[in-house]
């Protein structure tokens, strides 16, 4: 039996969810309250030290890192594949991947976290979270919660608002020409893409419209459509997991 421990369906937690039922396996579903911090007690910081969510652990074997846990389960369950057949689409599926890891997850959580937070931190005592948040073992989420509860600067959500433009301007050029981010075919990519994207009509309507990016709504119509989709997003607390929002992973540094 696999177990997945996972926030919210949104984001890194939605992409892995959403393979598991794409795939139509078994596995025990573990939510985990990332506002109460409960992502760095026991057990779950215990599973994989380090690591953001979600957690997959198959055979008593913990992994990790969202796109490198997304391939595991295709290639260890090759029933009902979500990695292209052709290797020109796997580069594809890979890059796509990568970008949302690099780009589209630190500036579209960004947003969210900065539209959503003042909601969240009306539920809770200030005091007691900051006293929480300094008792994180782990330097760099202790720093990453810091700044979050702070509010995101001016710089870094224009940065994060033109990186959304940039990589929203992508996705309706690659679907000029293909149903699928990747090819043919339905896969990991669109995954990857849709767990940020859906999103977006609630954080900037108006760059996401029928006469500005049609295509991307047709997709992102499709994709909530799935089945497995619609189940893995009913796997959440929130009635709209879609406003609700977490911190932000770091940007990258490089590149």
């Not at 957690?55 to 090759?78: F, I, K, N, Q, T």
């Not at 200030?126 to 720093?143: F, N, S, T």
């Not at 459509?225 to 977490?246: E, I, K």
Request: charged residues 25%; aromatic residues 8%.
């Amino acid at each position: 039996m696999l177990d997945v421990y996972h926030a919210e369906p949104t984001g890194a937690s939605a992409r892995v969810l959403i393979v598991l039922e794409e795939k139509a396996l078994e596995f025990r579903s573990h939510y985990v309250d990332v506002l109460a911090l409960e992502h760095c007690r026991a057990p779950v910081a215990e599973l994989a030290p380090g690591e953001d969510l979600p957690v997959l652990v198959r055979g008593g074997v913990a992994s990790a890192g969202v796109s490198a846990v997304c391939e595991l389960l295709d290639e260890a369950y090759p029933e009902r594949p979500l990695m292209p057949k052709g290797a020109r689409d796997r580069w594809c599926a890979r890059v796509w991947q990568k970008h949302v890891d690099d780009v589209i997850a630190p500036a579209v959580s960004g947003l969210a976290w900065q539209a959503y937070r003042e909601r969240f931190l009306q539920s809770v005592t200030r005091d007691e979270l900051e006293r929480a948040v300094e008792r994180i073992e782990a330097l760099e989420e202790r720093v990453r919660w810091r700044a979050a509860l702070g509010g995101y600067g001016e710089e870094q959500l224009a940065r994060a608002d033109a990186r959304v433009e940039e990589s929203l301007l992508r996705v309706e050029t690659i679907l000029s020409a293909n149903e699928w981010l990747a090819g043919p075919l339905f896969s990991l990519a669109d995954i990857a893409v849709f767990a940020y994207f859906k999103y977006l009509s609630g954080l900037c309507g108006a760059r996401l419209s029928e006469s500005r990016t049609p295509r991307t709504l047709t997709w992102l119509r499709a994709v909530s459509q799935r089945s497995p989709v619609r189940a893995a997003l009913a796997r959440g607390r929130a009635h709209d997991p879609f406003t609700t929002a977490t911190p932000a992973p770091e940007p990258i540094r490089w590149g």
